[in-house]
């Protein structure tokens, strides 16, 4: 059966000694649910966060890569250089990754391929706009963000595939989709999954929901049979807001 997941994205926050701080804080903490939990500190601190929390069960993964092996591509993190740091998962297509640094489902689609071909695991991120939304066309937004990142792939790629649905309109903002309409969201994107692959694959991948995730919403979202735990931004910087996160299932 596919897994439960909580996974905490820092985003371009905290130093060395505010990630080691915050992981010492997070290693203190037990986690009582069945989720499996990860962090996701700044390129620079991947390597200390990994030493950090090499016997603990966290997970330190990455927030972004480049899809080319190597080369001519200044300022870029290939999969090969976060495996040998030991990060064997990575955050691809955050809407913050879109929305900033152009990126399109068709530059996802190789970044997805090269993570795949180094063995990573891939939190896949996609999710539609307000005017999207209030233009009733989320489904079909969201929809295509998939199939064109993702249809290329084999069945058996989507071991390696998590999901993380987030309306950009709840990102960061305070404003959380309803349970209900994660539920909805969750459960046409899971449908979309068994139309193209059967519903063996499409049961067994984990869908996260993010978007203004807290310690005092968290739970009735997870309720949900769709929504498999989130992906957390803001409240993923304290280590008690994120545990009671975490432990929210
Ligand atoms: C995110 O950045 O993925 C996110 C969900 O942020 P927040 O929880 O702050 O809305």
Not at 27 to 39: F, H, L, P, Q, Y
Request: glycine residues 6%; negative net charge.
């Amino acid at each position: 059966m596919r897994k439960n997941i909580v996974a905490g994205n820092w985003k371009m926050n905290n130093d060395l000694s505010q990630t080691e701080t915050l992981l010492t804080a997070l290693k203190n903490k037990t986690i009582t649910s069945d989720a499996e939990v990860m962090v996701a500190p700044t390129f620079t601190n991947l390597w200390s966060a990994f030493n950090t929390l090499k016997d603990n069960a966290i997970e330190v993964v990455a927030q972004n890569m480049h899809f080319a092996e190597n080369g001519a591509y200044t300022g870029e993190i290939s999969a090969s250089m976060l495996k040998s740091v030991g990060i064997n998962t990575v955050i691809l297509g955050h809407s913050e990754r879109r929305a900033y640094f152009n990126e399109t489902d068709e530059l996802l689609a190789k970044k997805v391929d090269a993570a795949l071909a180094n063995d990573m695991r891939v939190i896949f991120c996609f999710g539609e706009e307000l005017a999207d939304r209030k233009s009733e066309n989320h489904e079909a937004v969201v929809g295509s963000q998939i199939t064109n990142a993702l249809f290329h792939l084999e069945a058996s790629a989507f071991k390696n595939i998590v999901l993380a649905y987030e309306p950009v309109w709840a990102i960061g903002t305070g404003e959380t989709a309803s349970p209900e309409q994660a539920q909805d969201m969750h459960a046409f994107i899971r449908k979309t999954l068994a139309d193209k692959y059967g519903a063996d694959v499409a049961d067994s991948v984990s869908i996260l929901y993010g978007g203004s995730v807290k310690p005092g919403n968290a739970q009735e979202i997870f309720s949900k049979p769709d929504v498999d735990g989130g992906l957390i931004g803001g409240a993923a910087l304290n280590a008690d807001d994120f545990f009671a996160i975490v432990n929210a299932f």
